[in-house]
């Protein structure tokens, strides 16, 4: 080992051992961790014992268990087990906790009865970002992207899939009966082993048929027709033409430091529903009067819309194209122009499309407009195949027109959602793994995300302002 750099011998002893301090330099992360934790008013966020009790066995404070968790979710470290290893020999987490080494289930118990305490914290460091004037732009990207569970696919059921099975399972058995029947007509002695095979797989069989028969019964109470057994609130869901069981996490990002402003972890499949929650979650912890939002077509609804239009909210959501008429060579309802003060459509051929009646449709208040000259128009084959076109408008279709006109004023919206929204969701699904969620059930899955979400914005603003400069703001 000549002409190498040469280490201590493991035998060698000191008489001044050195102190964990000086193996965690002072731009060390875990340093933000330590203070960002003891700033923090445990009490108020609703962390369960932060008083300790009069009697029984001393606990571990709330604070070490949560710093923890911090340092592990920022080294990509979320199982409790792991993470009980690490404080035995991660010296910066020994600096950390004073060398306190807790138990897995001590660890796992913590997140699991704490999920919404949790969730306050991952709040509560929002709140910082913007008092640190890290969202200057009041412009927010919403999306949303489909996170495993610890369910496997074959642990879920729907009605579609309950029935495939059991019908796998009857044509098994049918086939079984058919093969004992024909064993039973041959000779004794040679087909008794046989026999014996045949009636232990439909035994097992009819076991399986009874225990489909019982998930039947909680599907037919269940109001989406899922279950899954492993994890109740897990759902199969569509994504990228395949599908997979788990949850719908919808975040809101800043557009300028991409900082995660807003999330939410949801079973619902769809993002129809979710552009004003979301929206209204990024405007409260911006304290923005001037939010805009911007997400993609997925997120169309005109009720979402009209929600956030109500809250002063500014939405760039295209319009999906669902008509068939322009597929179909025909005119597309953009080609009928609406003229408020006559309260009547223009149609390519330049006629008058008037109003006829009005009626409700899911809820929806819509106008009917159709004209009396479609039978005699020589542009009726481009039109429309019926005996006239008629063009249906909502009661506050012009919030929708507001919204399209400014999309065709700021085109770059799109590529500015694309850039801004969709890197995290990459980043954070790296982090987290190839089945992305440990725990179980929509309360811990929020739990987790929220420390995911925690560690990402540490980092972002680490890298913004740097751990030094974070750490003064945490103080100030």
């Known amino acids: 080992m000549k002409r190498f750099i040469q280490g201590e011998h493991r035998g060698q002893s000191t008489l001044l051992p050195e102190s ?12 933000v961790v330590d203070v960002f934790v003891d700033e923090l008013d445990r009490v108020k966020l609703g962390f369960d014992g932060v008083i300790p009790a009069d009697t029984g066995r001393p606990a ?10 911090i340092y592990g979710y920022l080294n990509r470290i979320q199982s409790s087990r792991r993470l009980e290893r690490e404080t035995q020999r991660n010296v910066e987490l020994m600096w950390l906790t004073g060398r306190l080494t807790p138990d897995f289930k001590t660890i796992a118990n913590f997140r699991k009865d704490n999920s919404k305490a949790i969730r306050g914290v991952c709040r509560q460091f929002v709140v910082l970002c913007q008092q640190l004037g890290l969202f200057g732009e009041n412009l927010v990207a919403i999306d949303g992207s489909k996170f495993k569970a610890v369910n496997n696919r074959d642990r879920n059921f729907t009605s579609a899939k309950l029935k495939r099975r059991m019908e796998e399972i009857e044509s098994s058995i ?16 040679s087909s008794e ?17 009874k225990e489909l028969q019982a998930i039947e019964i909680q599907l037919n109470e269940s109001p989406d027709k899922q279950v899954s057994l492993t994890d109740p609130d897990a759902r199969s869901m569509m994504t990228r033409g395949t599908g997979i069981v788990g949850y719908n996490v919808q975040t809101a990002v800043d557009t300028q430091h991409h900082l995660i402003v807003a999330h939410e972890v949801t079973n619902v499949g769809s993002d129809r529903d979710q552009l004003s929650s979301m929206a209204k979650q990024a405007g409260e912890a911006m304290a923005s009067d001037t939010l805009s939002v911007v997400a993609d077509r997925g997120y169309f609804k005109s009720e979402q819309i009209l929600a956030c239009h109500d809250a002063g909210i500014t939405a760039y959501v295209p319009k999906p194209m669902t008509s068939g008429a322009k597929a179909d060579g025909r005119f597309n309802n953009d080609a009928f ?14 006629e008058a ?7 409700v449709e899911k809820g929806l208040t819509l106008h009917r407009y159709w004209s009396s000259k479609c ?20 009661e506050h279709e012009a919030v929708l027109e507001e919204m399209q006109n400014r999309l065709s004023n700021a085109p770059e919206m799109m590529r500015i959602r694309k850039r801004t929204v969709e890197h995290p969701f990459g980043t954070l699904k790296q982090w ?8 179980r059930k929509l309360n811990g899955m929020s739990a987790e995300m929220s420390l995911n979400v925690l560690a990402y914005n540490l980092k972002r603003v680490m890298k913004i302002i740097g751990t030094t400069g974070l750490m003064k703001a945490l103080t100030a």
């Open 193 to 209: 082993p046989s026999v014996v095979r045949l009636e232990e797989k439909i035994a097992k069989l009819k076991t399986q048929m």
């Open 60 to 69: 571990y404070h709330p604070a070490i268990l949560l710093k923890i968790y």
């Open 432 to 439: 987290m793994g190839a089945t992305h969620f440990q725990t």
């Open 20 to 31: 964990l301090d000086d193996y965690v330099s002072d731009t060390n992360p875990v340093r």
């Open 337 to 350: 122009i609406y003229d408020a003060e006559k309260n009547e459509y223009i149609c390519p051929a330049g």
């Open 174 to 189: 049918s086939r079984y009966l058919t093969a004992l029947d024909a064993a039973d007509r041959q000779e004794p002695t």
């Open 375 to 394: 039978r005699g128009c020589a542009m009726k084959p481009q039109c429309t195949p019926s005996t006239e076109r008629r063009v249906r408008r909502w």
């Open 353 to 359: 499309l008037i109003w006829r009646y009005t009626n």
